[in-house]
């Protein structure tokens, strides 16, 4: 039988080093966490040099704004990539062009106290 690698996380406390070995069901939760903060930094990055004026002149919302949707943003992005096996920069432009006209759709009429609020279902985050 095959042995594979064991992933494991060592620390140490007041001297002594101590070793973990993570379960697969750890090891999974970590890759899925660390994929989301790329995708979420990819979103932060897309704006990064952008002016508040050229946020809303692209996007049609202001930086605020823009920044308080990047975790609904990462999330359709990586659903665009698995779902529907789309290129990456593609799946990140449509992620931000559906949640921005989700957000339109949903703002007409009242004012939410921040972008994220108009929506109902909660960010899934990975466990960790």
């Known amino acids: 039988m095959e042995q594979f690698a064991t992933t494991k996380i060592v620390r140490t406390v007041n001297g002594v080093e101590y ?10 939760d970590a890759y899925y966490e660390q994929q989301y903060r790329f995708d979420l930094q990819d979103v932060e990055d897309a704006v990064i040099g952008y002016q508040d004026e050229d946020v809303q002149m692209e996007y049609g919302v202001t930086k605020e704004e823009y920044m308080s949707l990047k975790e609904k943003i990462a999330g ?8 529907y096996d789309m290129e990456w920069s593609s799946a990140r432009e449509d992620a931000i062009r559906s949640v921005i006209s989700e957000y339109h759709s949903h ?4 004012e939410p106290k921040s972008a994220a609020a108009v929506f109902e279902a909660p960010v899934l985050q990975a466990r960790v």
């Open 19 to 28: 070793t973990f070995p993570l379960t697969l069901s750890e090891l999974f």
């Open 76 to 83: 359709e992005l990586r659903r665009n990539i698995d779902k």
């Open 107 to 110: 703002k007409e009429g009242e």
